[in-house]
């Protein structure tokens, strides 16, 4: 079993930055990937950043690419998401997720979750 833990979220004008971060506890994470959703009022949950510690390899989706990065700290369990240039088409609820199967990015390949943490982008 994996633990995750978000924090980190919060209110940010449009154009600020906020950082996330997920701890997890229960097992070391050396075999997982570990990946950012976020799901909006209304919408279904999507994928916004993740990580693949065997090699370091990082992805990320159009919407977010050149604006957030996703780092990982294997020694300390913990991956965080750096959120520049924020939009208002940003605001969601955001989920840290972890897998150890080697398998794409959608949410149902995902075996853990935290519980999220709120982020609002307002103009």
């Known amino acids: 079993q994996v633990q995750l833990v978000e924090s980190g979220g919060g209110s940010v004008q449009a154009g600020g930055s906020l950082r996330l971060s997920c701890a997890a506890s229960g097992r070391t994470l050396s075999r997982y990937k570990m990946g950012w959703f976020r799901q909006a009022p209304g919408r279904e949950r999507e994928f916004v950043a993740g990580?693949?510690?065997?090699?370091?390899?990082?992805y990320y989706a159009d919407s977010v690419k050149g604006r957030f990065t996703i780092s990982g700290d294997n020694a300390k369990n913990t991956v965080s998401l750096q959120m520049n240039s924020l939009k208002r088409d940003d605001t969601a609820v955001y989920y840290c997720?972890?897998?150890?199967?080697?398998?794409?990015?959608?949410?149902?390949?995902?075996?853990?979750w935290g519980k999220g943490t709120l982020v609002t982008v307002s103009s």
């Open positions: 990580l693949r510690w065997s090699g370091g390899s990082t």
């Open positions: 997720a972890a897998d150890s199967k080697y398998s794409g990015w959608h949410p149902a390949d995902m075996d853990y």
